[in-house]
């Protein structure tokens, strides 16, 4: 909070940032679980009457960890099933390392 500001409006986006990070190296559903504390707490702190920053925050980090879940192969398992069925389906091709699957997610 310190180093984004104190305004919701740059609280979502810290959180998001931090969302997006987490989700692209571990599963989406333990970084919502590990997230969703933090904002329920930057809630309450920034205004505890107010229920719409909490449900804008707590979707916002649903859909950073699952747009975020797709940028790395080993983010989700499905990734990894993915990159796996490509190269049997397709022997031939060039095989799908990491830098060529986080190029492609951009």
Do not use: C, H
């Not at 919701?8 to 190296?25: I, K, N, Q, Y």
């Not at 699952?66 to 990894?80: D, H, K, Q, W, Y």
């Not at 049997?88 to 951009?106: C, D, H, K, Q, V």
């Amino acid at each position: 909070m310190l180093k984004i500001g104190s305004t919701p409006r740059r609280a979502l986006f810290g959180m998001m940032l931090v969302t997006a990070l987490l989700s692209s190296w571990m599963s989406n559903v333990a970084t919502t679980v590990i997230m969703v504390p933090i904002a329920a707490s930057v809630a309450s702190k920034i205004d505890a009457e107010d229920t719409q920053i909490l449900k804008g925050y707590l979707l916002s980090i649903a859909y950073t960890a699952n747009i975020a879940g797709m940028l790395t192969p080993i983010s989700t398992a499905t990734n990894v099933i993915a990159v796996e069925w490509f190269s049997i389906t397709y022997p031939r091709a060039p095989e799908i390392t990491f830098p060529l699957w986080i190029g492609a997610s951009f």
